[in-house]
């Protein structure tokens, strides 16, 4: 079975860094993406990033390009999201999944942040404080 279990979350002030750590396993590495996203209170569910596997491209929402950082083991078995600068807005519970890829515009596969997932794991909470 598919799975993924994300942790690493914490509370950390403004400014400061965290890193999330995603379990993959039952699946494969080399064809797929793995995703992260997160919601905060009273907004909807977003993507933060993905990697493909495949082409080792990333993909970053643009309120985090330039501080979050989306990296994977060689054997693409954990997946890590590192989260420097952290703003108050980073707050939110954070959740991995995989995915298969899609295609961009120019027929490039990339990761792309769907919303029609069946369930959600647990996520792992992040809280940034002022």
């Known amino acids: 079975q598919v799975r993924a279990v994300e942790s690493g979350g914490g509370s950390v002030q403004a400014g400061g860094s965290l890193r999330l750590s995603c379990a993959a396993s039952?699946?494969?590495?080399?064809?797929?993406?793995v995703v992260w996203f997160r919601e905060a209170p009273g907004k909807e569910r977003e993507g933060v990033a993905g990697?493909?596997?495949?082409?080792?491209?990333?993909v970053y929402a643009d309120s985090v390009k330039g501080r979050f950082t989306i990296s994977q083991h060689n054997a693409g078995d954990m997946v890590y999201l590192q989260m420097n600068n952290l703003k108050p807005d980073a707050t939110a519970i954070y959740y991995c999944?995989?995915?298969?890829?899609?295609?961009?515009?120019?027929?490039?596969?990339?990761?792309?942040?769907?919303?029609?997932?069946?369930?959600w794991g647990q996520g792992t909470q992040v809280t940034v404080s002022s």
């Open positions: 999944r995989t995915d298969s890829p899609g295609l961009s515009s120019t027929g490039a596969e990339v990761c792309l942040f769907r919303s029609n997932y069946a369930s």
């Open positions: 039952g699946f494969d590495f080399t064809h797929n993406c």
């Open positions: 990697i493909y596997f495949g082409g080792g491209t990333t």
